[in-house]
């Protein structure tokens, strides 16, 4: 696919399909009932030498927000005191997606989150005894 247009970040936001079809994407087109929920900041850290600064995570949420995401998932702020930084940062920001973060099934982590001012929290329930101690 090839990009037809871009919103004011510079991401397409329809793109040609190589039948030449059009293939629109953001919300407006999720078909009723569906949702997007958008993982790139925390996923894409995951990957081999991958580090989005504070700036980059903020163009990358505004970003998103452009494309009409309806939910951004963010890095857990019970990870680090940067990540627990940019969680804050990007709640304050004002976009139109609800914010979510990841954390452990643990209260401490969870009150972490919610003093960042997430609008929800993804739990994750450890099942390995590694996991569960860390």
Request: glycine letters at 6%; hydrophobic letters at 35%.
């Amino acid at each position: 696919m090839s990009p037809s247009s871009t919103n004011d970040s510079g991401y397409a936001l329809d793109a040609r399909a190589e039948d030449g079809n059009s293939v629109r994407a953001g919300a407006q087109n999720v078909p009723i009932g569906g949702s997007i929920i958008e993982s790139t900041l925390p996923e894409g850290k995951q990957y081999k030498d991958a580090w989005f600064n504070t700036a980059t995570e903020i163009k990358i949420a505004r970003a998103l927000d452009d494309f009409r995401v309806e939910y951004n998932e963010l890095t857990s702020p019970a990870c680090s005191e940067q990540s627990r930084w940019d969680c804050e940062t990007i709640c304050r920001l004002g976009l139109k997606a609800k914010i979510l973060t990841h954390v452990r099934c643990n209260m401490n982590d969870a009150r972490i989150a919610v003093e960042t001012g997430v609008d929800g929290l993804d739990i994750v329930i450890e099942t390995s005894p590694q996991l569960m101690q860390y």
